[in-house]
């Protein structure tokens, strides 16, 4: 039957269909793997987020609030900066960096046998900027170094800041920049 449809003889149907299960496999294996990011709403007290992640290699890892902007609008990436407190010129030779009118919980736990451990937990008051990008801002919230194993992060904004309420925020699992 599968002899020789479309030119194909049996070993090539064989063939085709380990890799075509090897990719939906390998699909389903990168599921919650780093680098995830969800939305994360800032613009209202008790806005919360969380997602479970997968950690293969011992290394360390950042939690990051991202504020997004239209990349081709550079008014509307002025806006965005200066509401998640980038840093701002005074007087020349004189700089300051107030960071975002925000206060967020984050807390990561270890997932092991259906219980949860965990393991780093920070307030953390006005995020500072820590990069950029073409189309977002990203302010490293914590760094921590994990094992191999399951993880649960989320986070928790603690007071209203109704000017981000047009702003698109997302909370990232990263691999951590440790410089040079």
């Known amino acids: 039957m599968f002899k020789n449809i479309f030119g194909i003889h049996r070993v090539g149907w064989v063939i085709l269909s380990i890799s075509i299960c090897l990719g939906a496999c390998n699909k389903s294996a990168d599921y919650n793997r780093v680098p995830l990011s969800v939305p994360f709403g ?17 290394k360390f890892y950042a939690v ?19 509401l998640a407190g980038g ?10 960096e107030p960071g975002a009118p925000l206060e967020i919980r984050v807390e990561i736990f270890r997932m092991e046998n259906g219980h949860r451990e965990n393991i780093s937990k920070r307030q953390i008051a ?3 900027l820590s990069s950029w990008g073409a189309d977002a801002l990203n302010a490293q919230l ?10 649960q992060v989320t986070v928790e904004n603690l007071e209203n800041a109704n ?14 920049y440790m410089g040079k």
Request: hydrophobic content about 35%; cysteine-free; aromatic content about 10%.
């Open 87 to 96: 840093s701002e010129k005074i007087v020349a030779g004189e700089w300051a």
């Open 142 to 151: 914590l760094s921590v170094q994990l094992e191999p194993g399951t993880y």
């Open 163 to 176: 000017r981000f309420s047009d702003v698109k925020t997302y909370i990232s699992v990263t691999r951590a």
């Open 64 to 82: 990051t609030l991202q504020y997004s902007f239209d990349e081709k609008n550079s008014s509307d990436r002025d806006r965005v900066w200066h």
């Open 42 to 58: 800032v613009a209202k007290a008790g806005s919360n987020a969380s997602m479970d992640f997968v950690i293969d290699e011992k």
């Open 126 to 128: 006005n995020p500072h």
